[in-house]
């Protein structure tokens, strides 16, 4: 047998179950690796009961708590019989029903259940006449372990208890006595560690079984902790491997170097500097030098540019691509939605002037062309688009995923600027930088700021820079938080509207999704629109999952379709002609929606999110945002960035019916708080789970990152950092460490490795 080939064993094989039955596939555990994969959530103290009043209904729960007394009577009103029994942490209590067919079927668990005696009860919380209650719940009392010895029995008594994530179907003991079953049988072959023994001895870390055991059959809660940091270096190590694979692979095809042209004669990013109207601030000067300087080389760069909201981060990347196309190049400029693109492309040519009518009447001697390439365009305007490319009359093309189409092609593309890198896979960057006769240099830009954690786990393959500076002239922004339920409120908020709109202003008014008839809703609570039909913009990305019992979780959202006419109707807005803009509209009419609220025909624009981005409009002073508990802070940030970008102060109004002091009124008290991108990434941090963090909700799939925390294991994975990229740098194919290869290998395949690029 291989080494690892134990772990690769079915389940059903070996725990001996009948005919290839596995109940822990309810679980998704198929195999040996999967189960001792499966680790505990938290341990109990066996002489410390769960606090029953942190219970919240709708969970499922494994409560440690003391009988206080168990009855058996017979129904009233129909036939069989009702087991009511009472459980106590000492101080708060929780009820346990059962029901049988008659008194004699609950004989078994009214035996079980003596009064004093304490168990494991597991199941969901639920409501009945206001108290919290288990219904059926599955149970294990203490001392029912099957042990060979009062010797076994005394030392249970006294070790940590595993809690594993559980389902009604399979409880936590259940999971506990299987994996022992699987540990018992296990050597050190039969568990390659990914983790080289130089790297072990160095960093003072047990083998992986060693490590296993003690997370799983700790004998106190000091191997829990030793067991758990282990395991934590060997998630943060195997990721950082991987990516640190990745970028030697990404800068070992040669690029073509693209230094800045020496004479300023003829110069395209010359002539840009000497047009803008604006002073550049030191941070796009820094950080514009330091791009200038890796295009020149022959490596390939790999940077993310990070920044706060209206940074400047697009005039860093047209000096970027301008620098390119004086040297021969070619720029792609890949943006997530036909919106940002079009956006894109208008500002690009804002910038430029003459210098982006090449070829054209009146454009400048020296001008290159910019191409927008989206999938709406008409047959007529596809074909010049494709053809411009191709031939290299376009210096710099825009567009969305229809860049990556097989039939475009690029006469030299030198440089792919991948905009909002969240929106997009390894495979989709790839696939443009595939279209590139040499490696082309690769900038990806964020306007979500990404604390340095983040950044060092999610986008390790990548050098990082970042604008924190404002550019001069910008009025900023005050936010407030509305109470949705509030009516004296709420029309002071429309009325607030037209005053702006009286003084020259737009206002942008954001709802979660689009129709209210759609019953709509994924697991992250927001209602999305059909993915056929949505542009990546509408969906909720960044949406937060509502807590449990939380105000106005239940509340319908508000929808696009119905605010406009709302808006239509209410008197403080009389008069004023109210757009509406979405993801489902033909792309002419999304155009038009933005021109003619750009112009101030339209000043009130009814959106869902697909404005949270890139869109620029400067007369733009107030963003109203309905349900604004349920979008996450980088998307409440990002939203806000729409306004305050001219000479007039901006104005956010957060509607809301989350209570204070909830998770939700947290967000909203941060937003209130601070207009800091950073800071409000590292409270986002805070308040939401590593999986949240690392994207796991919006790739479907779980993370393998099981132990590893982001925020606080940051040490850990800098140590883990480095031992990586020294054994990369001396083995890049890893010939000498066969198990971590295996590793990346299976923890992270091409789909979670996109998972992982798309946090």
């Known amino acids: 047998m291989t080494a690892g080939a134990r772990l690769d064993e079915p389940l059903s094989r070996a725990l001996g179950q009948a005919r290839g039955k596995n109940p822990l596939s309810k679980l998704g555990l198929e195999t040996v690796g999967d189960l001792i994969g499966h680790y505990p959530r938290r341990y109990d103290d066996p002489g410390r009961l769960t606090d029953i009043s942190m219970l919240r209904a709708g969970e499922h729960v494994t409560v440690m708590a003391r009988v206080v007394q168990a009855t058996v009577r017979s129904m009233r009103n129909r036939r069989g019989a009702l087991l009511e029994a009472v459980i106590t942490d000492g101080r708060h209590r929780l009820s346990l029903t059962f029901f049988g067919k008659h008194r004699g079927s609950l004989y078994a668990h009214e035996q079980r259940l003596v009064p004093g005696s304490t168990g494991l009860f597991t199941g969901t919380v639920g409501l009945y006449r206001g108290e919290r209650q288990l219904t059926h719940p599955a149970f294990m009392m203490m001392g029912e372990e099957d042990l060979d010895s009062d010797e076994d029995l005394l030392a249970a008594a006294a070790r940590p208890i595993p809690i594993y994530p559980a389902v009604a179907a399979v409880p936590s003991w259940r999971i506990a006595k299987a994996v022992r079953t699987v540990l018992d049988t296990l050597t050190g072959d039969d568990v390659p560690d990914p983790v080289p023994v130089e790297v072990r001895a160095r960093e003072g870390l047990p083998e992986r079984l060693d490590a296993l055991r003690k997370v799983h059959r700790p004998d106190t809660m000091a191997d829990v ?326 105000q106005g979780a239940g509340t319908p959202l508000r929808a696009v379709l119905e605010v406009v006419e709302e808006l239509r109707g209410r008197e403080q807005l009389a008069g004023v002609e109210i757009g509406v803009l979405h993801g489902q509209m033909a792309p002419p009419d999304k155009d038009d929606a933005m021109a003619r609220f750009a112009s101030g025909e339209s000043p009130v624009l009814v959106s869902t999110t697909v404005v949270e981005v890139g869109v620029d409009v400067p007369e733009a002073t107030v963003m109203v945002i309905l349900d604004a508990d349920r979008f996450g802070l980088s998307q409440l940030h990002q939203l806000r960035g729409r306004v305050g970008r001219g000479a007039a102060p901006g104005l956010c109004l957060l509607v809301s019916e989350a209570p204070p002091g909830s998770t939700a009124g947290l967000r909203l008290e941060a937003m209130v708080r601070t207009t800091d991108g950073f800071e409000l990434a590292n409270t986002d941090l805070e308040l939401r789970n590593e999986g949240d963090v690392l994207g796991a909700a919006q790739s479907g799939r779980s993370s393998s990152l099981r132990l590893l925390r982001v925020v606080k294991d940051a040490k850990l994975i800098e140590q883990a950092r480095t031992e990586a990229i020294g054994i990369v740098t001396a083995d890049p194919e890893l010939h000498y460490a066969p198990e971590l290869a295996d590793a990346i290998a299976d923890q992270l395949d091409a789909e979670q490795e996109e998972f992982l690029e798309r946090a």
């Open 225 to 550: 902790r030793s067991g758990q940091h282990r395991l934590r270096f060997e998630e943060a190590f195997v990721l950082q491997a991987a990516l640190a694979k990745r970028r030697a692979l990404a800068t070992g095809r040669p690029a073509t170097p693209r230094p800045p042209a020496t004479q300023a004669a003829g110069s395209l990013l010359a002539a840009l500097d000497a047009r803008l109207p604006f002073e550049l601030t030191a941070g796009q000067q820094e950080v514009g030098a330091e791009i200038a300087g890796e295009l020149s080389t022959g490596r390939p760069m790999q940077r993310l540019l990070q920044g706060e909201v209206g940074s400047g981060k697009t005039v860093v990347a047209l000096r970027a691509m301008l620098q390119v196309v004086d040297a021969g190049g070619q720029a792609a400029l890949l943006a997530p939605t036909e919106v940002l693109a079009a956006q894109h492309a208008r500002t690009l040519r804002a910038l430029l002037g003459p210098l982006a009518e090449g070829g054209m009447l009146g454009g400048a001697e020296n001008a290159t062309r910019i191409e927008l390439l989206t999938g709406s365009l008409g047959a007529k305007a596809k074909k010049a688009a494709l053809l411009a490319a191709a031939s290299g009359a376009a210096g710099i093309v825009v567009g969305t995923h229809a860049l990556l189409s097989e039939n475009v092609r690029f006469a030299d593309l030198g440089l792919v600027v991948v905009d909002e890198q969240h929106r997009f896979g390894v495979e989709q960057r790839d696939r443009l930088r595939d279209k590139a006769s040499a490696a082309p240099h690769l900038l990806v830009m964020t306007a979500t700021p990404i604390p340095r954690t983040v950044a060092m786990t999610v986008f390790g393959d990548l050098a990082t820079s970042a604008l924190t500076q404002v550019p001069a002239g910008r009025a900023g922004v005050s936010t407030h938080v509305v109470p949705a339920g509030n009516e004296r409120w709420m029309d002071r908020t429309w009325a607030r509207v037209r005053e702006e709109i009286d003084r020259g202003g737009r206002a942008y008014v954001v709802c979660p999704r689009i129709n209210p008839d759609d019953d709509g809703g994924g697991e992250d609570g927001m209602e999305t629109v059909p993915a056929s039909a949505a542009e990546p913009g509408d969906a909720a990305a960044g949406a937060v999952v509502p807590d449990p019992g939380e």
